[in-house]
């Protein structure tokens, strides 16, 4: 029912594309971020709480159309539901149904609940197309309330001595989580392009944090001691090195590695993630009982190798996917294993 084109995942009978990376005519975008959702079609649909991170970081005047989650439509025959993914707000899996054979696109998922998506939920299929981003068996996320008190201490101990607390974290769906993880630790500030998409989740009536909104061009001396969020564009920026006193900190999946902790002038770094780690993405193929998998970006051919020797029938798959955009600075610094891939997730 798909095939990899060029263009991206291809569904011939709906005449449709998935996260394409090239323009076509009609998208079906899995998520915001911007290696999934990207400038140029001609028609999108997503979930109703993309449309508005669509608008935001593509255009106000876009085609595009939403839908809510098990929301069933027809496109030339095919039948088109969004389900849950558990990545970030309004991230979904696509699943195709067509002449009684079922194929789920899953985009990038993440079965730890965050208390800020909607969880995973997984869809039984024929075929499964899955992310590997951390498909090794050395990521395991610890539990999200581990995570919350490493920060939150991390931020207790800044106080104590005076400093203002950094945090690097992409700027939609990681800056959310930090934002909650140090709610009510003290004064909080985001800088304005997480502001800008803070609006997608609180007009999908998820409760932030109190925050202010920033420019760092402008004079920055008073958010000494105080919690400042920064994406990952401005991490060793001279605007970030103005603030006062600070202690920064990187909130990366990729910090789970030793070695990728050796960040210039990075004061910490936090297994912080938005997609599965290794036993999250077992879980979630097991649980589609799908008869074929195909993996595309991240440890692709590890991964691969592994599902097959398992007993899942898996094809690794070549894909445009795992390049955020944000993400591409702040890995200029790192000195990391040669497995590591090129993006902060």
């Known amino acids: 029912m798909i095939t990899f084109l060029p263009e991206g995942i291809y569904c011939e009978a709906g005449n449709f594309y998935i996260d394409p990376w090239r323009p076509v005519d009609k998208a079906l975008i899995t998520h915001g971020h911007a290696d999934h959702a990207r400038r140029g ?43 849950p993914a558990g990545h970030i707000i309004g991230s979904a899996q696509v699943r195709l149904e067509y002449k009684g054979r079922i194929v789920v696109v899953s985009g990038d998922y993440k079965v730890q609940d965050d208390g800020l998506s909607t969880p995973f939920e997984p869809v039984r299929c024929h075929e499964f197309v899955s992310e590997s981003t951390f498909g090794l068996p050395i990521y395991n996320w610890l539990p999200v309330w581990d995570l919350n008190k490493q920060l939150q201490d991390w931020v207790l101990r800044n106080q104590t001595n005076g400093k203002t607390s950094v945090l690097i974290g992409y700027s939609l769906g990681k800056a959310q989580r930090i934002m909650k993880a140090v709610e009510g630790m003290g004064r909080l500030y985001v800088h304005y392009s997480i502001g800008k998409l803070n609006e997608a989740y609180e007009s999908a009536g998820i409760d932030l944090p109190d925050y202010h909104t920033i420019d760092l061009r402008e004079d920055v001396r008073y958010l000494d001691k105080g919690i400042v969020i920064v994406p990952p564009s401005l991490w060793d920026s001279n605007v ?40 999250g993405l077992l879980e979630a193929i097991k649980a589609t009982e799908a008869e074929k998998v195909y993996v595309t970006h991240g440890q692709t051919s590890i991964f691969t190798r592994y599902l097959n020797e398992i007993g899942i029938p898996a094809e690794e798959v070549k894909t445009a996917f795992g390049n955020e955009e944000e993400d591409k600075t702040l890995l200029s610094h790192e000195v990391s294993p040669s497995h590591e891939q090129p993006e902060i997730n």
């Open 41 to 83: 079609m001609k028609h999108y649909l997503c979930h109703h709480y993309t449309k508005p991170i669509l608008k935001s970081r593509i255009g106000v005047d876009i085609d595009v159309q939403s839908v809510g989650y098990n929301e069933v439509i027809r496109i030339n025959g095919v039948k088109v539901s969004f389900h």
């Open 240 to 279: 970030v090195r103005k603030i006062p006193n600070q202690a920064t900190a990187i909130c990366s999946g990729w910090m789970q590695v030793r070695g990728a902790r050796r960040w210039r002038s990075a004061d910490a770094g936090f297994a912080i993630s938005d997609h599965a780690d290794w036993n």
